[in-house]
């Protein structure tokens, strides 16, 4: 059976529910098809919220009553990452004659004041951002844009697969020094903010 002509298909893409397509009102705008525009749009404001997410988390960990310094250095460059590729994606977007729709963006992580659950918190972010990225990818090629579905492949969801196997390798590492998920601050997070080589990139 035949999906309903304008009826979406199920999806985790986050799609901007504010968007416009701009058809007919960019100049540059070419073989950039309005779910792909919409795709591309809802998925770059998820890679912001994810840059103001690990800000938040870095800010946590230079407070006084946690001091891990190169803990807090590491989720700084992370957050540097994430919206040098936000800026990139929507680089991308205004390149195709795109446009892009803001959206209040709250990080909600406040309560995270311990490496492990910050550690955590970060993998299921990228693993989010990776999953959707191969859906836009997908969604792309079925749209008939195979350079949007190039472009998403090599420049954003790549990096991604070398920053799990790191974060994955900085939470086993992490278990084995005994961090917590608590506020109790134990030797192993000290370990792990003197020791650990990632760290101090």
């Keep these: 059976m035949a999906e309903p002509a304008g009826k979406r298909l199920k999806s985790s893409l986050p799609l901007c529910g504010a968007h416009r397509s701009s058809a007919g009102s960019s100049l540059v705008r070419h073989n950039l098809p309005a779910a792909v525009e919409e795709a591309l749009c809802g998925v770059s404001g998820l890679v912001w919220d994810g840059a103001y997410k690990l800000q938040a988390l870095a800010s946590a960990f230079e407070r006084d009553d946690n001091a891990l310094p190169r803990v807090a250095s590491f989720f700084h460059q992370e957050a540097l990452k994430q919206q040098t590729e936000a800026e ?6 205004a390149e195709r004659g795109g446009k892009y729709c803001g959206k209040d963006i709250q990080p909600g992580c406040e309560a995270v004041c311990a490496v492990l659950p910050a550690l955590e918190l970060l993998l299921l972010q990228l693993k989010e951002e990776a999953g959707v990225l ?40 992490a278990r084995r020094t005994g961090c917590t998920n608590d506020k109790t601050r134990g030797f192993g997070e000290y370990i792990l903010n003197e020791l650990q080589e990632e760290l101090n990139r």
Excluded: I, N
């Excluded at 990139?88 to 977007?93: E, I, K, P, R, S």
């Excluded at 191969?134 to 991604?160: C, I, M, N």
């Design 88 to 93: 990139a994606m929507l680089g991308y977007l």
């Design 134 to 173: 191969v859906e836009l990818s997908q969604l792309a090629r079925e749209h008939g844009d195979p350079h949007t579905a190039s472009v998403v492949k090599s420049h954003f969801l790549a990096p991604r697969v070398d920053r799990l196997k790191l974060l994955g390798d900085l939470l086993t590492s």
